[in-house]
């Protein structure tokens, strides 16, 4: 087998002009997707397989073209897609009042570096936790098998070509159903507001199919626990909170819900996505050290019998341009960390920047085996990398409370958490990439890869994320805004975990957090811990304590339909199961939604961009307010019977 791969990876081309280029132009498309979706609903989608797909439906109009050429596509386009994650923290400098918007230049040198640390670190990694590891790497074995499919050229046509189109129709779907709701023609949601003797409450549905798509993604048990997280806020918390709100019998149902929710409810979400995120890495960390542990001694043995010489799919980049490439990107960090923090540490500016560097090295370092152990284990799509960006910012707040000590209040804190914001940013850019990367090390094993080649495909993702990201977020602050954020109106993007991260920033240096509902929302997530571990014992769906803080925390127009979606994606699989290529149907009902993530959330940028060029905040409305009642009940109807067409249509075509 070896001899095989090695031959193989010998005579095709592989790292390709044009397949690097075919990456960047899928990085267009996706990492734009995933900033917006990101944003809008504090989750992203991975993109390994979907860039495969549509590489080898491209690429096999080309004499030349291969598995291990489509393998470095998959590579680019998911490095870059991955790297849009750095949206859970960069606005939180928009929401403090610290930017304004996004200087390209800063944010692509954040965004940059961090994923090129990302890189560096898990190079290392790479035979302790990919070849010489027992550890699953679900997405990256799934990848791998996608594009081993498509080698057979007839089959791998027609299997690429379904999965192609079936992306192609979520899109229209899902960008035709945006357009009409744009128009006013359908409505995006269809919010209900009523009191219950003294308490109020609400029912909110959000018709938006990038929801749908991201619910059938994320599965039955993450959608459950978002909808166990939706029960709580609004059937629990806002009512109970709400009856004690003086005055509150005076104010009208919705205003009195909304109040209740935003300045009380989303804090109680994020004491338990704080808790839960904490909870998720310690609890693995004894099985991390001892994988890593035995990994590393299993690949030095493997070392010693090999002999010098070392066949093309076990050659990394060399571990000296490892080393110099990470000292080299120390200049350019500590330029921006100089430049972020001014004049905000009088006589303490040098150890600033040196205990900032070196916590970035210690953590990045610490954080590519954690992150890269994690995605090996339960998938980078599962990976709950927020953690690392809720640790990160505890930890350089801390640092600079030690340093430099506390602000006066929110102003005078704010750049001190301007800078802890600058430093997490980075840091995990580190976490995302090193999440992720491993991932496709793992795939590029199994198809028989050149692992440098990949690594240097890495590095050009990273760089085609950064260069896209920063105008991608400043047409969407500009288009529509962030929630909290100075200015914001009401179709404002909610962006849970940079508000989170960002609060949790100003709450360590400024001392004005709400305690008292995070305090409670991390007895309710210990309390969703222990149900959590409960329901594994007993072999029960269980419901990620993350998730439900998620549902806590996010609005209901956004959460609800991914827990249709989820729902949705279950009975499709289940009906599958019955299908005479089980995995197939099921494949392309991924990529369906998939294609419903992408379409509507470029539609949404490229609404955005007709926002600021018009300075309307409804440019493509064609109707008033007095056609609401027909848009929701019409758009309602209309929603389902399109979802339930593109379900139907994806059974039909897979067979």
């Given at each position: 087998?070896?001899?095989?791969?090695?031959?193989?990876?010998?005579?095709?081309?592989?790292?390709?002009?044009?397949?690097?280029?075919?990456?960047?132009?899928?990085?267009?498309?996706?990492?734009?997707?995933?900033?917006?979706?990101?944003?809008?609903?504090?989750?992203?989608?991975?993109?390994?397989?979907?860039?495969?797909?549509?590489?080898?439906?491209?690429?096999?109009?080309?004499?030349?073209?291969?598995?291990?050429?489509?393998?470095?596509?998959?590579?680019?386009?998911?490095?870059?897609?991955?790297?849009?994650?750095?949206?859970?923290?960069?606005?939180?400098?928009?929401?403090?009042?610290?930017?304004?918007?996004?200087?390209?230049?800063?944010?692509?040198?954040?965004?940059?570096?961090?994923?090129?640390?990302?890189?560096?670190?898990?190079?290392?990694?790479?035979?302790?936790?990919v070849t010489d590891s027992p550890l699953p790497f679900p997405e990256g074995v799934a990848a791998a098998e996608v594009l081993k499919v498509g080698e057979a050229s007839r089959q791998g046509a027609e299997e690429s070509g379904k999965g192609l189109m079936a992306i192609v129709s979520g899109s229209l779907v899902s960008s035709g159903f945006a357009l009409l709701a744009a128009m006013r023609i359908t409505a995006a949601d269809a919010a209900a507001f009523f009191r219950i003797g003294p308490s109020v409450t609400g029912f909110n549905p959000g018709f938006q199919f990038a929801l749908l798509g991201a619910g059938h993604?994320?599965?039955?048990?993450?959608?459950?626990?978002?909808?166990?997280?939706?029960?709580?806020?609004?059937?629990?918390?806002?009512?109970?909170?709400?009856?004690?709100?003086?005055?509150?019998?005076?104010?009208?149902?919705?205003?009195?819900?909304?109040?209740?929710?935003?300045?009380?409810?989303?804090?109680?979400?994020?004491?338990?996505?704080?808790?839960?995120?904490?909870?998720?890495?310690?609890?693995?960390?004894?099985?991390?050290?001892?994988?890593?542990?035995?990994?590393?001694?299993?690949?030095?043995?493997?070392?010693?019998?090999?002999?010098?010489?070392?066949?093309?799919?076990?050659?990394?980049?060399?571990?000296?341009?490892?080393?110099?490439?990470?000292?080299?990107?120390?200049?350019?960090?500590?330029?921006?960390?100089?430049?972020?923090?001014?004049?905000?540490?009088?006589?303490?500016?040098?150890?600033?920047?040196?205990?900032?560097?070196?916590?970035?090295?210690?953590?990045?370092?610490?954080?590519?085996?954690?992150?890269?152990?994690?995605?090996?284990?339960?998938?980078?799509?599962?990976?709950?990398?927020?953690?690392?960006?809720?640790?990160?910012?505890?930890?350089?707040?801390?640092?600079?409370?030690?340093?430099?000590?506390?602000?006066?209040?929110?102003?005078?804190?704010?750049?001190?958490?301007?800078?802890?914001?600058?430093?997490?940013?980075?840091?995990?850019?580190?976490?995302?990439?090193?999440?992720?990367?491993?991932?496709?090390?793992?795939?590029?094993?199994?198809?028989?890869?050149?692992?440098?080649?990949?690594?240097?495909?890495?590095?050009?993702?990273?760089?085609?994320?950064?260069?896209?990201?920063?105008?991608?977020?400043?047409?969407?602050?500009?288009?529509?805004?962030?929630?909290?954020?100075?200015?914001?109106?009401?179709?404002?993007?909610?962006?849970?975990?940079?508000?989170?991260?960002?609060?949790?920033?100003?709450?360590?240096?400024?001392?004005?957090?709400?305690?008292?509902?995070?305090?409670?929302?991390?007895?309710?997530?210990?309390?969703?811990?222990?149900?959590?571990?409960?329901?594994?014992?007993?072999?029960?769906?269980?419901?990620?304590?993350?998730?439900?803080?998620?549902?806590?925390?996010?609005?209901?127009s956004t959460t609800l339909m991914v827990v249709v979606g989820a729902v949705a994606g279950w009975v499709f699989d289940r009906r599958a199961e019955r299908a005479r290529d089980p995995e197939a149907r099921r494949r392309l009902g991924v990529l369906a939604a998939t294609g419903l993530i992408v379409g509507e959330s470029l539609f949404g940028v490229l609404l955005a961009g007709i926002v600021v060029a018009t300075g309307n905040a409804a440019p493509l409305a064609l109707v008033g307010e007095g056609f609401r009642p027909f848009a929701v009940g019409g758009g309602a109807i209309l929603f389902a019977l399109l979802a339930?067409?593109?379900?139907?249509?994806?059974?039909?075509?897979?067979?």
């Amino acid at each position: 087998m070896r001899e095989s791969i090695d031959s193989r990876g010998a005579a095709l081309p592989e790292l390709t002009v044009r397949g690097v280029a075919l990456g960047g132009l899928i990085t267009l498309l996706f990492t734009a997707a995933n900033v917006y979706l990101g944003l809008r609903v504090g989750l992203t989608f991975a993109t390994s397989i979907p860039a495969a797909v549509i590489s080898m439906a491209v690429l096999r109009w080309f004499a030349s073209s291969n598995i291990l050429e489509n393998n470095i596509v998959q590579t680019v386009a998911s490095a870059a897609g991955t790297l849009a994650a750095i949206c859970f923290v960069l606005p939180g400098l928009v929401m403090i009042g610290w930017w304004q918007g996004f200087p390209y230049w800063t944010t692509a040198l954040v965004t940059f570096l961090g994923g090129a640390l990302g890189v560096l670190f898990s190079i290392p990694l790479r035979r302790a936790l990919v070849t010489d590891s027992p550890l699953p790497f679900p997405e990256g074995v799934a990848a791998a098998e996608v594009l081993k499919v498509g080698e057979a050229s007839r089959q791998g046509a027609e299997e690429s070509g379904k999965g192609l189109m079936a992306i192609v129709s979520g899109s229209l779907v899902s960008s035709g159903f945006a357009l009409l709701a744009a128009m006013r023609i359908t409505a995006a949601d269809a919010a209900a507001f009523f009191r219950i003797g003294p308490s109020v409450t609400g029912f909110n549905p959000g018709f938006q199919f990038a929801l749908l798509g991201a619910g059938h993604l994320v599965g039955l048990s993450v959608g459950l626990a978002m909808g166990l997280g939706l029960l709580i806020a609004w059937a629990v918390a806002v009512p109970l909170l709400s009856a004690a709100v003086p005055g509150g019998a005076g104010m009208e149902a919705e205003a009195l819900a909304t109040d209740v929710w935003v300045n009380q409810v989303r804090f109680l979400g994020a004491g338990v996505i704080g808790v839960a995120a904490v909870w998720t890495l310690l609890s693995i960390i004894g099985p991390i050290l001892r994988g890593l542990a035995g990994a590393l001694a299993a690949s030095r043995a493997r070392r010693a019998g090999q002999g010098a010489s070392l066949a093309l799919t076990e050659r990394d980049m060399p571990i000296g341009l490892v080393a110099l490439g990470t000292l080299a990107a120390m200049v350019p960090i500590a330029w921006l960390l100089l430049a972020e923090l001014g004049g905000a540490a009088p006589g303490r500016t040098g150890l600033v920047i040196a205990l900032s560097l070196l916590f970035i090295l210690v953590a990045g370092a610490f954080i590519a085996a954690v992150c890269g152990y994690m995605a090996g284990l339960i998938g980078a799509s599962n990976s709950p990398v927020s953690g690392i960006g809720i640790l990160s910012a505890i930890g350089s707040a801390l640092l600079l409370l030690f340093v430099v000590g506390a602000g006066e209040g929110a102003e005078g804190s704010r750049p001190l958490v301007a800078y802890a914001l600058i430093v997490t940013g980075i840091v995990f850019g580190v976490a995302t990439i090193s999440n992720d990367n491993l991932q496709d090390l793992k795939t590029g094993q199994l198809v028989g890869a050149t692992p440098w080649r990949q690594q240097v495909a890495l590095l050009f993702g990273v760089l085609f994320g950064a260069a896209i990201i920063p105008p991608v977020l400043d047409l969407l602050n500009q288009g529509y805004g962030f929630a909290g954020a100075p200015g914001a109106g009401p179709d404002a993007l909610p962006a849970p975990q940079a508000a989170l991260i960002s609060a949790i920033a100003q709450g360590v240096l400024g001392g004005d957090l709400d305690w008292r509902m995070i305090g409670y929302g991390v007895l309710l997530g210990i309390g969703l811990i222990v149900l959590d571990a409960g329901l594994g014992r007993a072999g029960k769906t269980r419901l990620p304590p993350l998730a439900t803080g998620i549902g806590i925390y996010l609005p209901m127009s956004t959460t609800l339909m991914v827990v249709v979606g989820a729902v949705a994606g279950w009975v499709f699989d289940r009906r599958a199961e019955r299908a005479r290529d089980p995995e197939a149907r099921r494949r392309l009902g991924v990529l369906a939604a998939t294609g419903l993530i992408v379409g509507e959330s470029l539609f949404g940028v490229l609404l955005a961009g007709i926002v600021v060029a018009t300075g309307n905040a409804a440019p493509l409305a064609l109707v008033g307010e007095g056609f609401r009642p027909f848009a929701v009940g019409g758009g309602a109807i209309l929603f389902a019977l399109l979802a339930l067409w593109l379900y139907r249509r994806s059974e039909r075509v897979a067979g």
